[in-house]
């Protein structure tokens, strides 16, 4: 089982900050399946990006992606107020799909 | 545009079979180079993948419930389903059908509580 452990547990910005989420896996991710998720309160997961650094349709150009090996990162390079929820990562480069813990992206 | 809906009862009883099936409209399962899959988030807490199914019906588990699940799918209904024996109560959550590996599409989400 691939772990993957997301951090910080809880990041508090204000709107028009940038945003930098962690997520680090317990064993190499070598074809870089990895993908990140925002989930607001009483809603589905959406999608925001795939295989590291591809953006979802839809996605805006303020998310992006990046990362290799162990180590992956989601930014928001300038928060806009409907951007506050849980994210959360997912690696799918083995079999055994696992997800990060999620991180609270909270208004300061 | 291609949905998903997930149906099945909201209450199971603790040993009992926990059943869902996952209506596709908008697209064809049959037709798209898709996996199709389950996933599942306990309230307050995270997500957790279950299992996933082609359209051909290969399937891949999760290891950890591998002994108790079952997904099929049933390409002429445009449907495929999900089945969870011997529940208890740490199966209580949040059940979402989606498309994809990397989820893409979800469906709402149908919330089963496991209790007596």
């Known amino acids: 089982e691939i772990v993957l452990t997301q951090s910080p547990g809880i990041l508090s910005l204000s709107p028009g900050e940038r945003a930098t989420f962690s997520c680090r896996a317990s064993q190499s991710l070598s074809s870089s399946y990895l993908a990140w998720f925002q989930q607001k309160p009483g809603q589905a997961p959406r999608l925001l990006i795939y295989?590291?650094?591809s953006r979802a349709t839809g996605i805006p150009d303020r998310f992006s992606g990046s990362g290799s090996g162990t180590d992956f990162t989601l930014t928001i390079s300038r928060l806009e107020p409907e951007d506050f929820a849980v994210y959360y990562c997912?690696?799918?480069?083995?079999?055994?799909?696992?997800f990060g813990q999620g991180t609270k992206l909270e208004i300061k | 545009q291609l949905q998903l809906q997930e149906s099945g009862p909201g209450l199971v009883k603790p040993s009992e079979t926990l059943s869902l099936t996952c209506t596709v409209s908008g697209g064809s399962i049959d037709s798209s180079n898709y996996y199709w899959g389950w996933i599942r988030q306990p309230p307050g807490k995270g997500l957790e993948w279950i299992g996933s199914?082609?359209?051909?019906?290969?399937?891949n588990y999760n290891p950890s419930l591998k002994s108790r699940v079952t997904i099929s799918v049933d390409t002429s209904r445009n449907k495929f389903s999900l089945k969870l024996t011997s529940v208890t109560a740490a199966d209580t959550a949040v059940y979402y059908c989606?498309?994809?590996?990397?989820?893409?599409?979800w469906g709402q989400g149908a919330m089963v509580t496991v209790s007596s």
């Open positions: 989606a498309r994809k590996v990397a989820a893409d599409i």
């Open positions: 199914i082609f359209h051909n019906g290969n399937t």
């Open positions: 295989a590291t650094s």
């Open positions: 997912q690696q799918y480069d083995s079999s055994w799909y696992t």
